[in-house]
């Protein structure tokens, strides 16, 4: 078998894979994000949370800009719903890949593979 042909079987392998474990994003339900408690997130989000709450002051330049949803596993809202935060992450070289996106109708969402996946942020006031 060449080259080229071993390559597409490993292609066509990987995309069953992925399909049969569902960890493609377009096959997760319409609003079936999973939740986190803010207790369980590590502390440097839980600072973020606090931070965003209280108004900052943030620490990095392209906190609190607009998030927009591009890879649409947020609920569908109007641009400027959503806003991004970076939550610090020890050893990582600039921003690294954690943030927390807040909605505008004070929801929060925690992704720590910079927006491949999310968790809604389950705060101990929620019922």
Not at 9 to 37: K, N, S
Not at 42 to 63: C, H, M, N
Not at 77 to 94: D, H, I, L
């Amino acid at each position: 078998m060449t080259s080229s042909a071993w390559r597409r079987v490993t292609a066509a392998l990987l995309a069953a894979t992925l399909f049969a474990c569902g960890d493609a994003p377009a096959q997760r339900e319409p609003g079936a994000i999973p939740e986190v408690a803010a207790a369980e997130l590590p502390e440097q989000a839980r600072q973020t949370v606090a931070l965003i709450r209280k108004g900052g002051p943030f620490s990095y330049e392209r906190d609190d800009i607009v998030f927009g949803n591009f890879e649409k596993l947020l609920p569908a809202k109007e641009r400027g719903y959503y806003r991004e935060y970076t939550v610090r992450t020890p050893g990582a070289k600039g921003r690294g890949a954690r943030r927390i996106v807040a909605g505008r109708g004070g929801e929060l969402y925690y992704t720590d593979d910079h927006y491949r996946s999310f968790r809604r942020i389950k705060e101990q006031s929620e019922p």
